[in-house]
């Protein structure tokens, strides 16, 4: 073979989106676009708010911003960012906090590689995103996935049991791809404690990082709680991907609590490594358009009427799930503990879900809601008929 083996396997293990992906395409062909209810990818379906294209015309207008620039992004844009961020979660963070990345993904590489030695582990509670495992992997990491409660909220004894001497980074997700579930602040207080309590008996520190690119798509006022107020030696890493449509731009930034003990090692390393994977920065253009729209967010509304709409739906036909209070996935349970037969059942009426292994999170399936009323409404007799059929097995 001539790819590297460990990529063929990946490859494999990471085929449920793009397996989806190229069946809905095979779909789309033989039936139509209009035909075929795609909810499998995490695409977001509304424009970006009109603010984006205005500010995009005004800077692309200015002369001189097209040159290499320091590693960690443009300085006045990391003022901007650190001055929402004090005013939202209430942390003093300066500029000097933050790295400039190609979007949450890039963020989550650039402090991993900065952190990992070979053999460390990245813990997560799972389901989770899968490119998790390949993140940590890039980095010499091993990723181990960490049990949750039924209900997909934090299980601190799966994490307490899970935690060894050679634990560098727990990395939580909330709200949650692809359950939807947020994590309250007395639960990411007992984690903080936890991983006090941890670092202490193995004599390091153990790092918190925070994936936090749906922080602003939240429904019925939730709130979501800051990290830094929980645990100190944490890194927050997100992106403008979905709160304000913009996932092809690239992107977002990483922030280092600023009263972790190792934070100028923290943010000088990951200056170095954001330059040596070989993003060198984050799209000159994008960092000032974004640096003008912090707190900007699509219109939430949107994505809570789709919500209620599917559930109101789903509930109808007897699936179970746990209504998400974040982001816009729905992670029901299968009727049948085969969740690549349910999802391939689905296809047949035509419904594009991703199967729950795809997220280490078997028995259930992923339906990305981030699409149009009308494709929530017309699958609904085809969720139906399905739940029926196996209903009656
Ligand atoms: C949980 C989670 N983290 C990170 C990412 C990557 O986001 P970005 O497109 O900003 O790199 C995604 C994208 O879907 C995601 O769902």
């Not at 207008?61 to 005013?87: D, L």
């Not at 390949?134 to 909220?153: I, L």
């Not at 912090?294 to 949107?302: E, F, K, L, P, Y």
Request: hydrophobic share 40%.
């Amino acid at each position: 073979m001539t790819i590297s083996k460990k990529i063929a396997e990946f490859m494999n293990r990471s085929s449920w989106i793009r397996k989806m992906f190229e069946e809905g395409g095979r779909l789309k062909a033989e039936h139509g676009a209009d035909k075929v209810f795609d909810f499998s990818l995490g695409n977001p379906n509304l424009e970006p708010p009109e603010q984006f294209n205005q500010i995009l015309q005004k800077v692309i207008q200015e002369k001189g911003w097209h040159g290499y620039m320091p590693q960690a992004g443009y300085g006045h844009v990391r003022e901007k960012i650190a001055g929402f961020i004090k005013k939202d979660q209430g942390v003093d963070v300066s500029a000097n906090d933050i790295v400039m990345t190609c979007g949450a993904a890039g963020a989550l590489n650039v402090v991993l590689k900065a952190v990992l030695d070979p053999g460390d582990e990245v813990l997560s509670p799972a389901p989770c995103f899968v490119e998790y495992l390949f993140y940590a992997d890039n980095h010499g990491g091993v990723f181990k996935s960490v049990t949750t409660r039924d209900d997909f909220k934090l299980d601190l004894d799966a994490m307490s049991e899970a935690i060894t001497e050679k634990t560098k980074v727990v990395l939580i997700n909330s709200p949650n791809n692809p359950t939807g579930q947020v994590y309250s602040k007395a639960s990411l207080d007992a984690l903080g404690q936890l991983l006090r309590t941890k670092s202490d008996a193995y004599q390091k520190t153990i790092y918190l990082v925070a994936d936090e690119p749906y922080r602003k798509i939240i429904f019925d006022d939730i709130e979501i709680p800051s990290i830094f107020d929980s645990y100190t030696d944490s890194l927050l890493v997100t992106s403008h991907s979905k709160d304000i449509s913009i996932p092809g731009e690239r992107i977002g930034f990483a922030l280092v609590g600023p009263e972790a003990k190792y934070r100028k090692d923290l943010i000088n390393a990951m200056a170095l490594t954001n330059r040596i994977i070989g993003f060198v920065n984050a799209p000159a253009l994008m960092q000032r358009v974004v640096a003008e729209m912090q707190g900007a967010t699509v219109d939430i509304s949107q994505y809570k009427r789709k919500r209620d709409l599917l559930c109101d739906g789903l509930r109808e036909s007897g699936y179970d799930f746990t209504t998400p209070p974040g982001a816009f996935y729905l992670f029901p349970k299968t009727p049948i503990p085969d969740d690549v037969a349910f999802v391939k059942a689905l296809q047949e009426e035509l419904i594009l879900v991703v199967p729950g292994s795809g997220f280490m999170g078997p028995g259930h399936f992923r339906i990305a809601f981030c699409v149009d009323d009308d494709t929530i409404v017309k699958a609904m007799p085809g969720f139906k008929k399905v739940m029926t059929k196996f209903s009656q097995i």
